[in-house]
């Protein structure tokens, strides 16, 4: 790809995907071509708020649009498998929303899918593009604190959701680990790579998925990482990564911030903060910055994102809700394995479940809970960037 425009399709028409689309337009470079829901209206409408040239009523229709070179799943997570599949195959590169997908099983298999037809593929873990978060990670990696040995992370929303809400229903993937776990975990993993070992506890509510969970991950080299997430309390949403000699920490809304103190032994606190000209921390661009960046460069999956630390996360999710228990509609053990008889949607298709409120329908950024709180996972009843 030369250094045209690179054309954007974006799939499901929620409020992430309005969120992200008003972020891609306002960059030079970017010019959103195409826009699919699975039905035709919500896509005309979405076309006309932002001036998409192109409304399609069925997901297949923008997988198969030769003229977009990029498609954005904006769609509740447990259509990514689908969704992504359908448009990787029909050799789109694609922008894929947190949590990946459901499982490991159904991450594998859309790696495995872009591997074979040579497409880009990235986990839109806005976090690892963002500048200050990059920034401290450098820091970690040049020994500003020494060896690391623990990494607290937490991010929790009050509520409270009902019984029907999204974030309750089996069906949907809900329960607090993918649709806010995967921040705490993925910030840890940025910093660590894999664990070595997993302990986890979780409140669980009558329908089976977990209200809050507490992780203890730990690693070879003695590193431990204490992790927690809830949709039954607001919590701090903070980080703080100590090491041998000195500590980080990141203040509330951690995976977005606008600054960090770094504290060493026998010296002054240093404060890090956000460049004004990167915008908003609540901003999508950098990781769209980098999509483009790297389909420019040729290259199939992003360094700042790469595809076997999005398996790596997934392997962590999957570890820690076989501890606790917690396994989807068709799910028979860790990893994800589907029984017979078992719900991996077939591409093109809406999972059962995928009702409204969802991806799909007009209202807050990405998907979790009810437009209260920071952007989180993908997918229905989605939350407003903070």
């Given at each position: 790809m ?5 054309r ?20 030079p ?15 005309k ?16 229709e ?10 954005y799943?904006?769609?509740p997570?447990?259509a990514?498998?689908a ?5 990787l ?5 694609v ?5 990946f997908?459901l499982n490991?099983?159904e991450a594998?298999?859309?790696?495995a899918?872009?591997?074979e037809?040579?497409?880009?593929l ?12 990059r ?10 604190i ?7 992370a ?5 509520g ?13 993937g ?8 995967v921040?705490?975990v ?6 660590l790579?894999?664990?070595a070992?997993i ?7 009558p329908?089976?998925?977990d ?10 080299g003695?590193?431990l ?17 100590t090491?041998s000699?000195g500590?980080?920490?990141v ?16 010296r002054?606190?240093?404060?890090f ?10 901003s999508m661009?950098h ?7 790297a389909l ?14 999005t398996?790596?996360?997934m392997?962590?999710l ?21 029984g ?15 009702v409204?409120?969802a ?6 950024a990405?998907?979790?809970?009810d ?16």
């Amino acid at each position: 790809m030369t250094e045209q425009k690179v054309r954007w399709g974006i799939l499901a028409t929620g409020g992430i995907a309005a969120a992200f689309t008003a972020d891609l337009v306002d960059l030079p470079d970017a010019e959103v071509v195409a826009v699919a829901s699975r039905r035709a209206e919500p896509a005309k409408a979405f076309a006309e708020r932002f001036g998409i040239e192109r409304a399609y009523g069925s997901w297949a229709e923008l997988a198969h649009d030769e003229d977009v070179d990029v498609v954005y799943v904006a769609t509740p997570h447990v259509a990514h498998r689908a969704a992504a599949g359908l448009c990787l195959s029909a050799g789109r590169n694609v922008l894929c929303e947190k949590p990946f997908t459901l499982n490991l099983r159904e991450a594998a298999e859309l790696v495995a899918l872009a591997r074979e037809h040579g497409r880009f593929l990235m986990e839109a873990m806005w976090m690892y593009c963002n500048p200050l978060v990059r920034r401290l990670k450098a820091l970690v990696d040049d020994g500003a604190i020494g060896e690391v040995r623990t990494v607290q992370a937490d991010f929790g929303l009050a509520g409270p959701f009902p019984p029907a809400h999204r974030l309750r229903d089996p069906r949907l993937g809900g329960g607090a680990l993918l649709d806010l776990g995967v921040y705490p975990v993925s910030f840890a993993q940025l910093l660590l790579g894999e664990p070595a070992d997993i302990a986890a506890r979780a409140v669980l509510s009558p329908e089976g998925v977990d209200l809050q969970t507490g992780a203890l991950l730990s690693w070879e080299g003695g590193a431990l990482a204490q992790l927690h997430c809830s949709i039954t309390g607001g919590t701090a949403t903070v980080a703080s990564v100590t090491g041998s000699e000195g500590r980080i920490d990141v203040p509330s809304g951690f995976f977005h911030p606008d600054r960090f103190v770094l504290h060493r032994d026998g010296r002054e606190p240093e404060e890090f903060a956000a460049d004004p000209a990167d915008g908003p921390r609540t901003s999508m661009r950098h990781e769209a910055l980098e999509v483009m960046r790297a389909l420019r460069a040729g290259e199939t999956e992003s360094p700042l994102v790469p595809l076997d630390g999005t398996l790596a996360v997934m392997r962590t999710l999957d570890a820690i809700r076989e501890r606790i228990g917690v396994r989807y509609p068709g799910e028979t053990g860790a990893g994800g394995e589907t029984g017979a008889g078992a719900a991996a949607p077939a591409e093109g298709t809406a999972p059962a479940g995928d009702v409204a409120p969802a991806g799909d329908t007009a209202g807050p950024a990405d998907g979790s809970a009810d437009g209260t709180g920071p952007r989180q996972g993908s997918g229905a009843a989605e939350v407003t960037p903070a």
